[in-house]
């Protein structure tokens, strides 16, 4: 296997976490009678550059297809963040209705809109059918396509050159980093600016968030290593941001090589040495993650055992790619988690990918009225605790897996 950014030859293990479908593979009723496709789920760490990424065996039309049934809008959290973003960047960069905005991997147009509401012209990138219809629904603008280098061509020759380029949580889901970044140095205007916000590394390794590797996630991104790839494919980083989303991110300001004037800020540095001292360049930090996963994995299927045995019923909220990690990797099906409530329609009445558990609305929450109620997506734990508050009413429990077993 060689490195997807340096091409150097990998040898270092970081987990092996088995096989499993595609996680945003969801099951319709129909497609419980066929089999479905398995890729092995394992990540390596490149020495040369620092890149953890995953060893390919599926490609970004078999993940990202017309199906796509993840909707950025779903959470309200989420949305909070992507609103508290259009109104710093339009502050910290002064856009006005003559600026240009481009937002690759848009969705369902969850933050473009509130640029729009500010009267600034926008442009949203997003290759799923499904999503990119729902931003359309919006009144915005939205280019159908996979972005890389031709793309950013294709929208220089058609006057689509951006002051603010913008790309939420992609990062990690292109399998050509160096062609996706070229992309935006092609496409920024000579004083434009990118921000990318992704999951750290550092915060995965620290809190044990394996659970946030799946096959949509080729790379798993430090400052360090991406401060190099952004080097080599045309952009440099000015300033970057810990943020608390996903389970802790960065957010990572970036312009051009050639024409940038931004100075650079002091929390690049600091960061830069915040990752050297954690050990990120270093081999051996990487040796032990497998042992701190498969405890998670052991623990939470003791407590699912134990629960079948006592005649309880545990069902989970949130049909997220992470939670189809973990129950994947830990082998769990309907009898130990008899179903998934999740808010967006269309994952209800389908069934999770591999471990086939039903999807269902949240008023069946109410009506199954089940002692445990296992969080899935651990980043908006608070925020669902509070919209399922009424569980407590019969006596109801809530139940975190990860970074480890919790019983709220």
């Known amino acids: 296997m060689r490195c997807r950014h340096c091409h150097q030859i990998i040898e270092t293990s970081f987990i092996d976490l088995g096989s499993a479908p595609p996680s945003n593979a969801y099951l319709t009723q129909e497609k419980l009678r066929s089999p479905e496709k398995y890729f092995p789920l394992r990540v390596s760490v490149c020495t040369n550059c620092w890149l953890v990424q995953t060893e390919d065996f599926a490609n970004a039309e078999e993940l990202f297809d017309a199906d796509y049934a993840y909707f950025s809008s779903f959470s309200k959290t989420w949305l909070t963040h992507a609103q508290q973003y259009a109104a710093d960047m339009t502050q910290r960069f002064e856009l006005t209705g003559q600026s240009h905005v481009v937002e690759v991997a848009a969705n369902d147009g969850y933050l473009l809109q509130y640029f729009q509401q500010k009267g600034i012209p926008c442009l949203g990138i997003e290759p799923t059918t499904s999503t990119a219809a729902a931003a359309r629904a919006k009144g915005l603008k939205v280019v159908e396509n996979f972005f890389g280098t031709q793309l950013a061509y294709d929208l220089v020759n058609q006057g689509q050159q951006a002051d603010l380029m913008v790309a939420n949580n992609v990062l990690a889901h292109v399998p050509d980093i160096n062609d996706f970044i ?133 069902g989970a909220y949130g049909a997220a790619a992470k939670g189809n990690t973990l129950l994947n990797y830990a082998g769990i099906r309907p009898d130990l988690i008899a179903f998934v409530a999740d808010r967006n329609p269309a994952k209800q009445g389908k069934y999770l990918p591999g471990s086939r558990i039903p999807i269902v609305d949240e008023s069946y929450v109410k009506a199954a009225r089940p002692d445990y109620v296992v969080v899935l997506p651990w980043n908006i734990k608070a925020e669902v605790i509070t919209q399922l508050a009424y569980i407590r009413n019969w006596g109801g429990r809530f139940v975190s897996a990860v970074p480890q077993m919790e019983i709220v």
Do not use: W
Request: no cysteine; net charge negative.
């Open 182 to 314: 070229s992309g935006f140095a092609i496409l920024l205007k000579p004083e434009g600016v990118v921000t990318f916000e992704f999951p750290h590394l550092l915060q995965l390794i620290e809190n044990n968030q394996f659970d946030t590797i799946y096959h949509e996630h080729f790379s798993y991104l430090s400052l360090t290593s991406i401060k190099q790839i952004f080097t080599v494919n045309g952009l440099s980083i000015f300033d970057v941001e810990e943020l608390s989303t996903h389970g802790g991110s960065l957010r990572v300001y970036a312009q051009r090589q050639d024409t940038g004037s931004k100075p650079l800020a002091d929390n690049v540095h600091q960061l830069l040495g915040q990752e050297v001292r954690f050990g990120l360049l270093e081999e051996k930090l990487y040796g032990n993650f497998q042992k701190r996963a498969n405890q998670v994995k052991d623990d939470f299927l003791s407590f699912l055992l134990e629960a079948k045995r006592q005649d309880k019923v545990v």
